[in-house]
T-cell receptor
Framework: AQSVAQPEDQVKVAEGNPLTVKCTYS??????LFWYVQYPNRGLQFLLK??????LVKGSYGFEAEFNKSQTSFHLKKPSALVSDSALYFC??????????????FGKGNQVVVIP | GAGVSQSPSNKVTEKGKDVELRCDPI?????LYWYRQRLGQGLEFLIY????????KSGLPSDRFSAERTGESVSTLTIQRTQQEDSAVYLC???????????FGPGTRLTVL
């Protein structure tokens, strides 16, 4: 089975402060990991992914995420948050070792609120 | 087109009616996915198409749900005899290969009265 946990319902941060959105995953093999962002009344937009290689992944809009195998985590980070970063963020995982597994398992999402 | 498109953007229907939702993937994308997003919840996988392979239907919640895809292009998701619990946003996504990132459409918001 593959699953993702996003433990916080809402993350509030002041504009200009660092932003962290937490994600832990569970797979039987090795993971592909993804972050998506959803703005109001819009579809999900891809932010970044971890496939293999460097544990620190850089993505769109200044976001980055660090893959930590020992902690089974893939937290999303941004050094300085903007009000426009306020949105719903989803972490997703796929077990790449499982033959024929083509689905992503999504977390329930975190609402990020950046306060001006 | 530049991205995944879905139609209609909004659909209001009466309980017991059938609805058909359409997805146009990005040209050349071989993989196509349907998800359901209930209010305040994450994405629930419904069905996956990859090229000419048999679709992965394991996420469909009941036999009232079905989906088809014509080759590597348009897909339709059909919900028969709609129920109020079917109310949700239905999202379609496509990817270049099954291991790639998925690109999502804007969704169809279905409301069953």
């Amino acid at each position: 089975a593959q699953s993702v946990a996003q433990p916080e319902d809402q993350v509030k941060v002041a504009e200009g402060n660092p932003l962290t959105v937490k994600c832990t995953y569970s797979v039987s093999g090795n993971p592909y990991l993804f972050w998506y962002v959803q703005y109001p009344n819009r579809g999900l937009q891809f932010l970044l992914k971890y496939i293999t290689g460097d544990n620190l992944v850089k993505g769109s809009y200044g976001f980055e995420a660090e893959f930590n195998k020992s902690q089974t985590s893939f937290h999303l980070k941004k050094p300085s948050a903007l009000v426009s970063d306020s949105a719903l963020y989803f972490c997703a995982v796929r077990d790449r070792e499982k033959r024929g597994n083509n689905r992503l398992a999504f977390g329930k999402g975190n609402q990020v609120v950046v306060i001006p | 087109g530049a991205g995944v498109s879905q139609s209609p953007s909004n659909k209001v229907t009466e309980k017991g009616k059938d609805v058909e939702l359409r997805c146009d993937p990005i040209s050349g994308h071989t993989a196509l996915y349907w998800y359901r997003q209930r209010l305040g919840q994450g994405l629930e996988f419904l069905i996956y198409f990859q090229g000419n392979s048999a679709p992965d239907k394991s996420g469909l919640p009941s036999d009232r749900f079905s989906a088809e895809r014509t080759g590597e292009s348009v897909s339709t998701l059909t919900i028969q005899r709609t129920q109020q619990e079917d109310s949700a946003v239905y999202l379609c996504a496509s990817s270049l290969v099954s291991s790639g990132e998925q690109f999502f459409g804007p969704g169809t918001r279905l409301t069953v009265l």
